[in-house]
């Protein structure tokens, strides 16, 4: 996992840890064993934490491939 | 505590106060990523990327950009028509979609197509978030919804924009004019969102209801999108006036699925954009190079957003004055838009030689509180002679006043418009046809020819 931003700078540690959170919701997403109550609010979840990373420069990524 | 930060006053404070050039360099890094993806996986963008023998690799400064062709709503259309329903400018599989809208279509024209992921519908309320903080909402308003929910985009972004600031939602879809009075009142709302032309007609049937918004509400904040009205002085006063509240403008496109411009609370005198997550570039409508502030130009739009629809370079039409973020104390580091959306460069009329626009004629008939709703007519006399008329819906109460009025109007709209001549008429009222969104007030019933002795043609 990436220890700076898209411009280079520095993570903070609140950026670290919602870094952390989603990749993990993203690893967990991509998963092809879930029951739909966990499949797809796990879906909703990666979908704010894509927001939040974006919003603070952590990643610009698609993430169509894992059907959010 | 989530209600701790209502009295920040940026929603993204990182990216909304960080130095221009880092700005700019967080534009060329999500337009790269955005490119590859493109090329990747939309066939639209692949061959026409091809054919201009580009490739994302060559983006090594914004302005690289200009190495990428054009792309235009009719190349939109066209593929959509040759792939229907969709085109092939998907970037994804249809089924990762939990939205269908559409374009209005009030241009007449057949309406553009538009899917959103969990993922897209997210980002499009963020871009919400963005604007509807700048104007003041907050997780204790009350906002209100005058908005038919339907295919049309509208304000559904808004809608879900106000739920993640933590605001009180009230969906008022499907219902009178009078009831929506009504509901406005009784629950309390602080903010109201609709069309200006909307705005305005809830006015008056309050005022027919014997409802004084200004006395008898709580709104404080009315904000306005869909049409250029928010933008347009006469028109804000108005409203200001009739609901005791401020009345800020927003703007956003179907296209890209959401808002991506917005007047903050110091209202500088234009909309600030979201350049973090949108690219705008102003360009010379005709000749296609880039026009600096200051300069009319016409608004071409990259959005980082939607990936499912990739949109990069699409040419809006729109009319622009971009001025520095200098122009506003609010401390946002974003271009501003002054006066909002003047107009559309496809909706310029040509009567005798005198370019006419609906708004400027707006502008004018809106400084006339007689005045309750207007048409402007553009017909031929005799097949030879371009004229126009402007029709007016007068308030009972005001009738006396119409002669002196209508001088007085026709006087105004000519001086504004290098003398042209304006016919001003009463019609009775009720017979104008309202509108809750995209109001269209403009009537052409010249036919295609051009009449005879005109020296030049209609753009």
Redesign the interface.
């Known amino acids: 996992m990436t220890d700076v931003d ?2 280079g700078r520095p993570l903070a540690s609140v950026e670290q840890q919602v870094l952390e959170l989603y990749e993990k919701t993203k690893a967990l997403a991509a998963r092809d064993d879930l029951p739909p109550c966990l499949a797809r609010n796990l ?2 979840v ?3 934490l ?2 939040v990373t ?4 952590l990643q ?6 894992l ?2 | 505590m989530i209600t701790a930060c209502s009295d920040i006053p940026y929603w ?1 404070p ?2 909304e106060t960080m130095p221009r050039a ?1 700005l700019r ?2 534009q060329l ?2 337009l790269g ?2 490119c590859e ?1 493109a090329a990747a996986r939309s066939p639209f963008h692949r061959r026409r990327f091809a054919a201009a023998r580009f490739t994302p690799a060559q983006l090594r400064t914004l302005d690289d950009i200009r190495r990428i062709p054009i792309m235009t709503r009719e190349e939109w259309m066209e593929s959509q028509a040759e792939a229907p329903p969709y085109g092939d400018l998907l ?3 249809p ?2 979609a939990i939205r269908y809208h559409i374009t209005s279509g009030s241009s007449g024209r057949t309406p553009i197509r538009v899917l959103d ?3 897209d ?3 499009g309320a ?1 871009m919400w978030g963005y604007a509807l903080w700048a104007t003041g909402i907050r997780p204790t308003d009350v906002v209100y919804f005058a908005f038919g929910y339907g295919s049309f985009i509208g304000f559904w972004g808004a809608h879900y924009g106000c739920e993640k600031i933590g605001a009180l939602v009230i969906p008022g879809g499907a219902q009178s004019t009078a009831n929506r009075v009504r509901q406005i009142v009784e629950t309390g709302a602080t903010t109201v969102l609709t069309t200006p032309t909307y705005a305005l007609r809830l006015a008056q049937e309050a005022a027919e209801l014997g409802v004084d918004l200004a006395r008898q509400s709580r709104v404080d904040k009315l904000i306005v999108s869909g049409e250029p009205g928010g933008s347009i002085a006469s028109v804000k006063r108005r409203l200001e006036a009739a609901w005791g509240a401020r009345c800020l403008d927003v703007a956003g496109m179907t296209e890209i699925g959401t808002v991506v411009m917005y007047e903050c609370a110091e209202r500088p005198g234009g909309m600030h954009v979201i350049e ?1 997550n949108v690219l705008e570039e102003t360009l010379h409508p005709e000749t296609g190079e880039p026009v600096g502030y200051e300069e009319r130009a016409e608004r071409v739009v990259t959005s ?1 957003g939607r ?2 629809i990739p949109l990069i370079r699409y040419r809006t039409r729109d009319m622009v004055v971009k001025v520095p973020h200098t122009r506003c104390t609010c401390g946002r580091n974003t271009d501003i838009y002054a006066g909002g959306i003047l107009g559309r460069w496809d909706d310029m009329k040509l009567v005798r030689g005198t370019n006419v626009y609906q708004r400027s004629v707006e502008q004018i008939v809106r400084e006339y509180d007689a005045i309750d709703e207007f048409q402007i007519r553009l017909w031929r006399k005799d097949d030879l002679r371009d004229e126009i008329t402007v029709r007016v819906e007068v308030k009972a109460e005001r009738e006396p006043e119409w002669e002196g009025l209508r001088e007085s109007l026709a006087a105004a709209l000519g001086a504004a418009h290098e003398g042209l001549r304006f016919d001003v008429e009463a019609v009775p009222r009720g017979s104008l046809p309202r509108f809750e969104l995209k109001a269209k007030r403009l009537v052409d019933e010249r036919g295609a020819t051009a009449p005879r002795g005109s020296d030049r043609e209609e753009p």
């Open positions: 898209l411009l879906g909703r990666l979908a704010c894509w927001q974006n919003d603070l420069d610009f990524e698609q993430t169509y491939d059907g959010v | 993204n990182k990216n880092a360099a967080l890094a999500k990523r955005l993806w970037a994804a599989s089924t990762n992921s969990t993922r519908w997210e980002w963020e973090d980082f990936g499912f």
